[in-house]
C-alpha cells in the first residue's frame, strides 16, 4: 500500500489553554491556609507538580489504582483487547513511505489506557457524568512506557464488561 505523507507545513488549530495555577489560586490558598502567607507562586507551582508526579507513579505502580484526595474519583491503568480498526504507526510509515500498523506484539495485543472514574460505589459525586480528565502527555508517555514491559499485572477489561465488573 502507498501511503501519503502528512504536510507538516499545513495550517493547524491549536486550543487556547488557560492557567489553572495563577495569582487568583494562591491567593484562595492561603486564605485556607495562613500558615503557608509566605508561599510564592513558584513554590506552590513546584509542590503541586511535585504531587502531580507521585500520582502518576502510584497510578503506574498500583493493580488498582489511585483512589484521588477529597474523594474526586479513581485513576486506573488498565488492559484492553486490541481495536478492531488497525491503528496506523504514523513514525514507521513516514519513514518507510509505505502505510504500516501497530502490531503491540510486545503486549500480546492489548492496548493500555488510562481511565478515570468518579462513580465508584460509596462516593456519591453529584453530577458526577460532567467531570472528566485528560492526561497530560508525560502521563501518558510513562504510562506507555509502564505497560510494554509490565501488561500482565494490569486488569486486562474484556469486550462488553466494566471497570467496576473487574474490580469486584
Known amino acids: 500500500m502507498s501511503y501519503k505523507k502528512p504536510n507538516i507545513k499545513g495550517p493547524r488549530v491549536k486550543m487556547k489553554s488557560t492557567r489553572v ?32 508526579e507521585n500520582i502518576i507513579e502510584e497510578v503506574i505502580n498500583s493493580r488498582y489504582g489511585v483512589t484521588l484526595p477529597e474523594r474526586i474519583g479513581r485513576l486506573v491503568v488498565v488492559a484492553f483487547p486490541k481495536a478492531k480498526k488497525k491503528i496506523i504507526d504514523f513514525g514507521k510509515s513516514n519513514k518507510t513511505g509505505v502505510l504500516s ?31 472528566t480528565f485528560t492526561a497530560t502527555r508525560t502521563f501518558k508517555e510513562k504510562v506507555s512506557i509502564a505497560f510494554k514491559m509490565l501488561w500482565a499485572k494490569y486488569i486486562f477489561i ?10 469486584k
Open 158 to 167: 474484556d469486550k462488553g464488561h466494566t471497570i467496576n465488573s473487574a474490580l
Open 21 to 52: 495555577m495563577n495569582e487568583v489560586m494562591l491567593r484562595v490558598f492561603k486564605n485556607k491556609h495562613p500558615e503557608y502567607k509566605n508561599l510564592t507562586l513558584a513554590d506552590f507551582n513546584t509542590v503541586v507538580k511535585k504531587f502531580n
Open 101 to 131: 500498523y501497530h502490531a503491540n506484539w510486545d503486549t500480546d495485543n492489548r492496548l493500555g489506557k488510562i481511565l478515570y472514574q468518579n462513580s465508584v460505589k460509596g462516593y456519591g459525586i453529584k453530577y458526577h457524568k460532567l467531570w
